[in-house]
């Protein structure tokens, strides 16, 4: 399993950015997948946002309402939309993955078994 993470860069407070992770070699149907991010300085990684098989959504309560969380079938890329930027969302984001029976989202940061190298936002006045 490999996943690409794409769409971070700089923007300015209030700005907009979409995030997309390329997943190859995820073949069951059901999975859990979601967004994490480490914001500088070494500071603990943080569930943004998961989607699962099941059709669960859910969202840290940091960003509820100015992120969304979506996935094309088709393609199983994960996007994650990020809108009102705030300074505070600077961080290199990651998207994460597991598959299988029982792969549920039990949480916003589940333990994923599969992880992308990230794609760093960065988000200034």
């Known amino acids: 399993v490999h996943l690409m993470e794409s769409g971070g860069g700089s923007v300015q407070a209030g700005g907009s950015l979409r995030l997309s992770c390329a997943a190859s070699g995820l073949r069951d149907s059901s999975y859990c997948m979601g967004w994490l991010r480490q914001a500088p300085g070494g500071k603990a990684y943080e569930g943004v946002a998961t989607i699962d098989s099941t059709g669960n959504i859910r969202y840290a309560d940091s960003v509820k309402g100015r992120f969304t969380i979506s996935k094309d079938n088709t393609n199983n890329t994960l996007y994650l939309q990020m809108n009102m930027l705030k300074l505070e969302d600077t961080a290199m984001y990651h998207c994460?993955?597991?598959?299988?029976?029982?792969?549920?989202?039990?949480?916003?940061?589940?333990?994923?078994?599969?992880w992308g190298q990230g794609t760093q936002v960065t988000v200034s006045s």
């Open positions: 994460g993955a597991n598959e299988g029976a029982g792969a549920y989202c039990y949480s916003v940061f589940p333990v994923y078994k599969y």
